[in-house]
């Protein structure tokens, strides 16, 4: 009988179709975190990494799939793929004859081998050609190959500066920018999510981003024609993170157009565009006063109180902060805030439910309100602010960061304010030591100058209850309470303490009575008590003849 080839052809057929229901078969327990275990003790990864560079192209497809899926779900697994380094290198590498498919599992590898550590990353972009692979696939005419690409380049940057700067010097980014050009929401929201995780990393970053430029491609997401608001937010965040650098990358954006489209935004019906464009706001303030004050010559800051009125799923703080920025920059920026009727809603945000980090935020801002001068302090302190400051002080679930602002802020308004009424009204027997002693401190810079003031002072109280307070010898608030003491004399001091002078008491040793008239005489009163008694007793009678006879 002579040999048939069907037999060879029927067992290699056999070898092919058990490979594929293998390596099938492990891509689907891969999938599911409870098997990942079991398949590493049983060196699933050994197994599996020679079937990449199989002849048959389903099984590699397949392969790679179950890698993806045991470096997505297992850190042991994701070592072990790395270390193969022969093996990934080829599978990086044949990827320009394979298929979209195959393409983008391989970008989807390269994320999912990123996620643990930069030094695997590192090898796995530098020695086993990952940085070229994700730039084949950037330049792929497939989106899903582009996208998988870009969540890998978001994958890597997101670890390391360096592996970041690595990225950028590959020349990954004129084909990001180019994917903001498409017409694929997916495409642009990833773009922007890598480019994010760049420029938020450093200085140096942001500006090649800008350089490229890209600002101009991003800024059209903020046009009122452009209404996805998933990209527009994207957008708003990527351009908080480049301007937050420094003036340069806040004048190129500016030069980009960023106004007046972003102060529209404020306005959006969206929450969260106006939340984020407040944020970007937030950060442009913070580099120059000319900014700020194009800002608020452009209606900015109705924009931002717009924001913090509108607030309710999300927190009111970055366009407060942005208020403090613009405040901080000058007195006239400051009293332009407070004609604004800003200050209504600040105090309005301490007086209710809202979360300790944005009072603490609001108090911040108030601080940088009334920091400037008395008529700014005056200002706070007329629409009831300290108090409510005190009341977030006293707050004994604040932070130690939280409450630090308090003081601070306080100190600021406090040392400008010239309301003597407010600093009396203040100091009570409960209020805090750091704050007594900041309204005492105050309080010992008017009284020298202002009689009425010692007066009131004395009348109401206050100076006893200094004198009740005994602060360690040489503390904070033994040198206010003596730097007020000094600003009254001595025996006045000695008396409402109610340690009269010696002097007082030798002169009431040595007083003699000038006159009897002075004292009460206690038997002639008496005398005269019952004289008066007898009287009452004599009853005018009149007897039947008509006379008039007196009876005792």
Not at 405 to 422: H, P, S
Not at 500 to 520: A, H, I, N, R
Request: net charge neutral; glycine share 2%; charged share 20%.
């Amino acid at each position: 009988m002579s040999p048939s080839p069907k037999v060879v052809v029927q067992t290699f057929d056999n070898y092919a179709k058990s490979q594929l229901t293998f390596v099938q078969n492990i891509a689907e327990l891969a999938a599911k975190p409870a098997y990942i275990e079991c398949l590493y003790e049983s060196h699933v990864v050994k197994i599996v990494m020679p079937l990449v560079i199989n002849i048959n192209p389903t099984v590699r497809m397949n392969a790679v799939l179950c890698l993806v899926r045991l470096a997505g779900n297992s850190e042991p697994c994701a070592r072990q793929i790395v270390c193969s380094k022969n093996l990934l290198s080829r599978l990086l590498g044949q990827l320009v004859k394979e298929n979209k498919y195959y393409k983008k599992n391989c970008m989807n590898l390269v994320k999912n081998l990123s996620k643990y550590s930069s030094e695997s990353t590192e090898i796995v972009i530098k020695e086993c050609g990952g940085i070229d692979a994700i730039l084949i696939c950037m330049k792929d005419f497939d989106s899903l190959v582009r996208e998988a690409a870009m969540q890998a380049i978001t994958c890597i940057t997101r670890l390391d500066v360096k592996l970041s700067q690595l990225i950028v010097n590959y020349g990954v980014l004129p084909q990001i920018v180019l994917c903001l050009k498409e017409q694929q929401q997916s495409l642009k929201l990833y773009a922007l999510s890598a480019l994010d995780e760049m420029a938020k990393n450093n200085e140096d970053l942001a500006i090649k981003i800008v350089d490229i430029p890209t600002l101009p491609h991003v800024i059209i997401f903020l046009t009122p024609n452009f209404v996805d608001k998933k990209v527009q937010k994207s957008a708003l965040i990527l351009i908080k993170n480049i301007v937050k650098h420094s003036l340069y990358l806040t004048e190129n954006a500016i030069e980009s157009n960023l106004f007046p489209e972003i102060l529209f935004l404020m306005a959006h019906p969206d929450e969260s565009i106006r939340s984020n464009s407040a944020k970007v706001i937030r950060e442009v303030v913070q580099h120059s006063v000319q900014i700020a004050q194009m800002v608020v010559n452009s209606g900015g800051i109705d924009k931002l109180v717009n924001v913090i009125s509108c607030s309710q799923e999300l927190s009111p703080i970055p366009a407060v902060l942005a208020l403090g920025y613009i405040a901080a920059m000058s007195p006239k920026l400051a009293l332009a805030i407070i004609q604004s009727q800003v200050l209504m809603h600040l105090t309005t945000i301490l007086k209710s439910d809202t979360d300790k980090l944005t009072k603490a935020g609001t108090v911040w801002t108030l601080g940088m309100i009334g920091q400037h001068s008395a008529e700014h302090a005056r200002y706070i302190c007329s629409c009831d602010a300290i108090t409510n400051i005190m009341n977030v002080y006293m707050d004994s679930n604040l932070e130690n960061e939280s409450r630090h602002k308090c003081t601070v802020a306080l100190e600021q308004i406090l040392t400008n304010c010239d309301d003597f009424n407010v600093l009396e009204n203040l100091l009570t027997p409960s209020i805090p030591v750091e704050i007594m002693i900041i309204i005492l401190d105050k309080i010992s810079k008017i009284l020298p100058k202002n009689s009425q003031a010692r007066r009131s002072f004395i009348t109401n109280g206050y100076l006893k209850m200094i004198q009740n307070i005994k602060p360690e010898i040489h503390s904070e608030l033994f040198q206010v309470i003596k730097a007020v003491n000094c600003c009254f004399p001595e025996d006045i001091i000695q008396m409402v303490a109610g340690d009269f002078p010696e002097t007082v008491m030798k002169t009431v040793d040595k007083y003699v009575p000038q006159s009897d008239c002075l004292f009460f005489n206690r038997q002639l009163k008496s005398n005269e008590h019952e004289h008066i008694m007898n009287k009452s007793y004599a009853i005018i009678k009149t007897d039947l003849s008509g006379e008039e006879t007196i009876y005792k």
